[in-house]
């Protein structure tokens, strides 16, 4: 049995119109007979996001902000690494409508000076968490997909960095990241946190300490299983690039 992240959905998204299949992502490494398909969205284009309708629901810049923030701020807290604010009021140091910051521990940031592969692979996640949950958000409407890409030059420049030091250069490999990014994201309780950060930078544009922490004590911990799955995606996405 051979094992497809995605079906046929890089393609159809170049192309502009939707797929004949939705592109699927299989919760097991290994794709044994159990596997669990699941929904996922492709870093190139979302191809089954109701492309080529003209009635797309055009979202309002602070919420596609605040998801897309929201989405690296989990990522991090899955990964470990403790955030120290999250915010979507515009900066011209940033130059960004919004951002989040982070801080290493110290063996967090050792490993990164040393090129350490998962603190590489880490902060490639992070870079994604992003694209990753407003692909989740937008997924529920008809959204134009080109809409959903807006603000990801730098995440992606980061998250290519990051790759080339892994030796992933190749065009599908970011796919494979954004992959397993909305993979964890759409599990509800890691979404119910999105969704809780997302609503207070829509009310108010930033989080407390207090609501800092109460997100990264409800946010669960990158599965360990999902290293396995991450590898086996890149690989996965480069035998079968269409």
């Not at 998962?118 to 994604?128: E, H, Q």
């Not at 080109?146 to 992933?168: P, V, Y």
């Amino acid at each position: 049995m051979r094992c497809r992240f995605f079906e046929n959905s890089h393609r159809t998204a170049l192309q502009g119109r939707r797929g004949d299949d939705e592109p699927r992502l299989f919760a097991k490494a290994g794709c044994s007979m159990e596997h669990e398909p699941r929904y996922v969205h492709s870093a190139l284009g979302k191809a089954f996001l109701m492309v080529g309708t003209d009635e797309f629901v055009e979202r309002e810049d602070d919420v596609v902000t605040a998801y897309h923030e929201a989405g690296h701020a989990v990522m991090a807290w899955a990964l470990g690494v403790k955030v120290v604010e999250i915010t979507t009021v515009p900066s011209v140091v940033y130059n960004s409508k919004g951002h989040v910051r982070w801080e290493f521990s110290e063996g967090q940031a050792s490993a990164i000076a040393a090129d350490d592969r998962r603190a590489l692979k880490s902060l490639t996640l992070i870079a994604t968490g992003g694209v990753a949950a407003d692909g989740i958000h937008a997924g529920s409407l008809p959204t134009n997909p080109h809409a959903i890409l807006k603000g990801t030059n730098s995440d992606f420049s980061n998250a290519r960095r990051h790759m080339e030091k892994l030796g992933e250069t190749q065009w599908t490999d970011l796919d494979a990241y954004v992959a397993i990014a909305t993979h964890l994201m759409k599990q509800a309780s890691v979404w119910a946190v999105v969704e809780f950060v997302s609503q207070i930078l829509e009310e108010r544009k930033y989080l407390t300490a207090d609501e800092l922490a109460e997100g990264r004590a409800r946010t669960p911990l990158f599965p360990s299983e999902s290293w396995d799955l991450l590898d086996a995606a890149i690989k996965d996405f480069r035998e079968n690039p269409e």
